[in-house]
């Protein structure tokens, strides 16, 4: 079992930035794929960004390409997300994610564990 716990979420700007981060605890989170969703109002959960076991290879959404980085440090048991450039679509409830297949990609189903959420949101 994992248990994860976001945190970094508030209120900034357009074109300002966040870094959140994701605290796993349980079983060592180096054996996971990473990952971070958003959902907004009215919205379904979409997928944001991935991170392989060790950090090797990442994954974006369109939509958040080129403005957010998604990183991990396995000796602290976190992942993070830096938001840079935001906009007022960024606006949503981000997620984290764990998943125990190293294949998991984009789709909610793939992953096993959720943390909370940590609320975002872009003023124009």
């Known amino acids: 079992q994992v248990q994860l716990r976001e945190s970094g979420g508030g209120l900034v700007q357009a074109g300002g930035s966040l870094r959140l981060s994701c605290v796993a605890s349980?079983?060592?989170?180096?054996?996971?794929?990473m990952a971070w969703f958003r959902q907004a109002p009215g919205k379904e959960r979409e997928f944001v960004a991935r991170?392989?076991?060790?950090?090797?290879?990442?994954n974006y959404a369109d939509s958040v390409k080129g403005r957010f980085t998604i990183s991990r440090d396995n000796a602290k048991n976190t992942a993070y997300l830096q938001m840079n450039s935001l906009k007022p679509e960024d606006t949503a409830v981000y997620y984290c994610?764990?998943?125990?297949?190293?294949?998991?990609?984009?789709?909610?189903?793939?992953?096993?564990?959720w943390g909370q959420g940590t609320q975002v949101t872009v003023s124009s």
């Open positions: 991170i392989t076991r060790y950090g090797i290879n990442t």
């Open positions: 994610a764990a998943a125990r297949t190293v294949i998991a990609g984009g789709a909610l189903r793939d992953y096993d564990y």
């Open positions: 349980g079983r060592t989170s180096s054996s996971y794929v």
